[in-house]
């Protein structure tokens, strides 16, 4: 009982004490984002006894914006196991009415389990606002008294009664940040006033004289009492009359302080700064005027007496005792020194009282170089000839050396006129001497770099309206600027002046620059001075001084030929394309008219049969080179596709061969083929494994002279398929082996060279198999033994085996394989057939076949000619050209669609292009089918004759 009571009475005197402290305390569970806070502490936050508190409400709501990701990132930290589990902040919290107080937060995480988490966190909290104040009011009243003790260096060494009231208007100014700050001296017959040296910042100048009567007769008596005039609005003022108000707003004056300097019951002078913007003044920054005041006008005062004060002795021996300089005074006629101040110690390291009795004890410290040039120049002055004023080093007794400015004047004569006093003042300038040099070799260096770099390198200043930057002036330019912009006599001068239509953004770019201090690089045209420019732009100096530095080079050569050179290889693609295309339409009547030769001619005529071949294996031949010159075109602009599945490679090999086999007998070469027994499956594009495959079968076929041997095998290296094609025919050099894959590259470039082509075959195949993620190399031993080419494909084991067509019951057969056209078997009631192509042989070749297939055939050679006919007829099918003069084919099939109102109607694109922006074009314009010509005839014929068919049993 008694430790009970023990302990509720410890505890009872935790909460008087945390009573009478003002703490507040809190427990906080962070897996539940639940807070328990004391009563002192929800009385603090001004919040109700019962208000709920989570770390959540009191982000959202309690802690300052401001302060809240700063508060939690600090609350994550105590709450990691891997902390320290400490929390310590001072931040601000916003009460319901909108007052903000500062609140220091302390707690401890407590942890538990393994691995350890937060379970709870118990805290204080303390109201620390007032020591915050505290802390704004010292910092304020420091810079206030940092702000005198500068104004006061500054000032002190100005002789220039005028300077002293322009730096101390200035520096004022620029420290309350207002736009204006004036002096205005009371004249003595207390009538007029006269304002000069005023600071003005984008307002006109007060400089200049009034009459005190001109103005409100309360205000001046205000100041004539010493009782400060104070305006924090002169728009929402109710004691400033309207003919007050609108002086005020012709003078661009909206809130302002006058202090009034009265001396001996006098008004003497004002002090006023004044804002175009409404202010809340402090009474520190009051205080701060009317001292500011009493200092300029001290500062005035002395300038102006300094002349008199100069020949007082006390004034002298303050000024000797403060002054960092040697003040003497030699008698000439004893030739001795009788007074030097302090600092004589100090600078030359010598006893004054040793250098009373004795002067050579300053001359003694003269460095050897320069003692006899001061000793000449002083014995002068001492005779009557000119003046004394030099600099010279000493030598201390340690070694080191100082510099020395040292000036003298006559300040007495005998009433003979020789000299009988001398004044002078030595003053250390070691410091100067050093700065300098070092000065000097600086601008050197830089002086050097300015003017030997090519790059163009201005130093401006900005100039803003409004807040916006606007213009700049030209403050410094190289030589190399003229070049680079063409801009003469730049100096001094604004761009605007210079390129009055200079575009907006460059102000913008440069006035971001000067306003965060962050470097910029960037490339950007001035359409004003027809040049384009690679700019590194940086500010200089300091805040207050709006200049920004540019190093830039004129690039406009450099972007015409990166432009010339981008539209040649545009011209280049271009043309590949076009060529293909070109290419492409004598092939389909020439294909037609082989069929037309088959079906007239007939098997017995072996003549007509050997030329059809013939003609067949040329078109052949030309088909392949298209299809490799639209292949590369297409690869160069990263227009080709790969449409990949799964696929097993020992059949495509197989079938490469057959495919090939025929061509070999024919031209008596031996073609070997070795394959694995199981199956090797790869993610592949099928078409163009064959592709590829063809390429190198063709090519070595081409390069093996009759009688000679390929052989094509394909086995599993690891997770590759490694496909090898190799021959024993010409062979290889050295020289050629690194280039066979280049485009356009032909081994044998003579006039007699037996084999034709374009040189596509082999950088097809390699740009191919690149896009498969393999690879493909060529071997040689040599010219006259042979050559291997080598293709390495990823194979894909969990690739699933794809179902051959064999397999399926009732499959169908291929309709890839067309059949002769005198077979094909067309429906005679939807055979009704529109051939259109702006080409005639093409379109009456095919329309002719079509005949003879048995179709009923129209044909139109202009795409309005095939709308009309199309409307008239209403064909089952039409075969149609893209490209036609009068209305191209897209166009052309909206209208037959539209015109059909839903009537089936079967649409072929038959065209040259085929991109697959092209076939994407066709599919939106309402075909069903893209062909690319040339195909194959009987395809056409059979394509018709199946969807006809299908067609007309839909229809039943």
Known sequence: ?????????????????????????????????RGEPDARLLAMLGLPPDAPMSLAIALATVIHPEERDDYARAVAQALDPAGEG??????RVVLPDGACRWVSVTARTSFEG????????????????????????????????????????????VEDPAEVMRQAMHRLAQHLDVNRCYYSEVERNGVHCVVQNSFNRGVRSLDGRYRLDDYNSSKIGMLRSARNFVLNDAESDEEITAEERERYRALEIRSLINVPLVKNRRLIAVLGISDVRPRKWSADEIELVRETAERTWAAVERARAEAALRQSEERFQQVARTVDAVLYVIDATENRVVYVNDAYYRLWKFDPARLHRRRQGWLDRLHPDDSARVRALFDAFLAGEGSFETEYRIVLD???????????????????????????????????????????????????????IDQGFCLFEMIYEGGRPMDYRFLEVNPAFERQTGLVNAVGR???????????????????????????????????????????????????????????????????????LLRADRRKDEFLATLAHELRNPLAPIRTGLELLRRMHGAAEADAKSLIGMMDTQVQHLV???????????????????????????????TAAEAMRATCEAGGRRLSVYLPDSRMMGHVDATRVMQVLGNLLSNAYKFTSEGGHIALSLEREGDHAVIRVRDDGIGIADAHIEQIFATFMQVDTSIERKQTGLGLGLAVAKELVAMHGGSIRARSPGLGQGSEFVVRLPLDEHAAAPPSADARPGAPASPCQPRPVDQLDVAQASNRVLVVDDNRASA?????????????????????????????????????????????????????????????MFVVALTGWGGAEDKAASRNAGFDVHLVKPVEPGAVAEL?????ELQAQGSK
């Not at 400490?86 to 931040?91: F, P, R, V």
């Not at 966190?121 to 206030?144: F, H, N, Q, T």
């Not at 950007?524 to 530095?549: C, K, M, N, Q, S």
């Open 1 to 33: 009982m008694n430790r009970t009571g023990d302990h509720d009475a410890g505890n009872q005197r935790i909460q008087l004490a945390l009573d009478a402290a003002g703490i507040g305390s809190f427990t906080y569970y962070p897996q539940e984002d």
């Open 86 to 91: 400490l929390l310590q902040e001072d931040i």
């Open 114 to 157: 393994m691995p350890p988490r937060a379970v709870r966190m118990d805290g204080v909290v303390i109201d620390i606002s007032a020591r915050k104040d505290a802390e704004a009011k010292l910092r304020a009243v420091a810079g206030s008294q940092n702000f005198l003790v500068s104004l006061g260096d500054a000032l002190r060494p």
């Open 398 to 452: 340690d070694g080191s050396e100082r510099w020395v400015h040292d000036r003298a004047t006559v300040a007495s004569r005998n009433e003979d006129g020789s000299v009988r006093a001398i004044t002078g003042m030595a003053a250390d300038i070691t410091q100067e001497k050093l700065a300098e040099r070092l000065l000097r070799q600086s601008e050197e260096k830089y002086r050097t770099l300015f003017e030997s």
């Open 494 to 564: 604004t761009i605007r002046e210079l390129a009055p239509a200079h575009e907006q953004d460059w102000y913008d770019i440069y006035g971001e620059v000067e306003r965060t201090g962050k470097p910029l690089r960037f490339v950007r045209r001035a359409e004003a001075l027809d040049r384009d420019f690679d700019v590194y732009a940086f500010r200089v100096g300091t805040d207050d001084a709006p200049r920004v530095a540019a190093l830039f080079a004129d690039i406009t050569d450099r972007r015409r030929m990166e432009e010339a």
């Open 624 to 654: 392949r080179m298209v299809d490799d010159l639209l292949d590369i075109s297409r690869i160069s602009r990263g227009k080709v596709e790969l449409h990949r599945r799964c696929v097993d490679l020992v059949a495509e090999v197989r």
């Open 844 to 904: 009456d070749t095919l329309a002719l076949l079509l005949r003879l297939s048995g179709f009923d055939v129209r044909v139109a050679y202009e795409g309005s000619e095939a709308v009309r006919q199309a409307r008239e007829w209403g064909p089952d099918a039409v075969v149609m050209d893209i490209g036609m003069p009068d209305l191209n084919g897209y166009e052309a099939c909206r209208r037959m669609r539209a015109d059909a109102s839903g009537r089936p």
């Open 944 to 948: 018709l004759a199946l969807q006809l």
